[in-house]
């Protein structure tokens, strides 16, 4: 590797390189004008089913279960690799062009909503559930939830890019990125170790925000990583993986907007709960038609 000297000013004279270099730049704001659609149901979901995408959908799915009937919402594929988060209609919700972003048009004006954390909090406030009322379970949940927000960059920006994505294997990058990984999942397995999920034995916003990436991580799903992050020693983070992803409710949020892996654990948009029944279906059929006769 060679030396580089900083210039005084930097400037964007070529492309960023790696997986994501062709939507990559240091300007803000639409790329082109493109209206977002708009379904039957107050919530409206522009998304995809990645980490920070699916702990909306398990949060909505979640509420579905306890029986709100005003979490039913649409889910709209946002796929980022095609630049659709440059749209106009996009950037209006979100300036920060990053899934997800969502709409609740049950208030006048619709009230708009971007950063996973801040509809975590909004939907949980809005129907009175997975985030304690009061006192210390309250405190802690926004301290865990935070810390997810602060130390996920690091995980995804950081160790994913530099182990995963970026054209060049730099040592220096992914010691550094791996060093900090490892201790934030050896804080998780601390915490888990004397703890059913994150705030005792109540499953809160803090659980849902924090599973979708360190879970998956801990079960070796994130970047092709697990063996080189040696993650089966987190046995707390893997016992507290597990359960959470027996939940129905996370099984079907896992699906929404997903547009990668197996057909069969995806479904592109959502619009209505026998969404699932019929994607359910066509497994059934096409496991079906593979069957040896």
Do not use: C
């Amino acid at each position: 590797m060679t030396d580089y000297t900083p210039p005084k000013v930097w400037t964007w004279n070529k492309e960023s390189g790696g997986r994501f270099a062709n939507i990559n730049r240091p300007i803000a704001g639409a790329t082109h004008d493109k209206e977002l659609p708009v379904g039957k149901h107050p919530i409206q979901l522009y998304s995809l089913g990645t980490p920070n995408g699916v702990k909306v959908t398990v949060l909505l799915e979640e509420l579905l279960a306890l029986g709100h009937s005003g979490a039913e919402y649409d889910a709209w594929l946002i796929n980022i690799g095609n630049g659709d988060q440059f749209g106009s209609g996009f950037v209006e919700i979100n300036p920060n062009s990053k899934i997800p972003a969502m709409a609740d048009h049950s208030t006048d004006p619709a009230t708009h909503l971007f950063e996973s954390g801040s509809m975590l909090v909004y939907l949980a406030e809005k129907f009175g559930a997975f985030l304690p009322a009061s006192g210390n379970a309250r405190a802690q949940t926004f301290n865990w939830l935070m810390w997810q927000m602060g130390s996920a960059p690091f995980l995804g920006g950081g160790f994913g890019h530099f182990y995963a994505y970026a054209p060049l294997k730099i040592e220096y990058a992914i010691d550094r990125y791996a060093m900090e990984v490892k201790r934030q999942l050896d804080v998780l397995d601390r915490h888990l170790a004397a703890n059913r999920f994150m705030i005792g034995d109540e499953y809160t916003i803090a659980d849902m925000a924090i599973w979708p990436w360190y879970g998956a991580l801990a079960m070796g799903l994130l970047y092709e990583a697990g063996e080189f992050l040696d993650v089966t020693t987190y046995t707390n983070v893997r016992r507290w993986t597990a359960e959470i992803a027996k939940r129905p409710a996370v099984q079907r949020g896992r699906m929404v907007n997903r547009a990668f892996g197996e057909p069969s654990s995806q479904l592109h948009e959502r619009h209505d709960a026998s969404d699932f029944e019929t994607r359910t279906l066509d497994k059934l059929q096409a496991q079906a038609a593979s069957a040896p006769e």
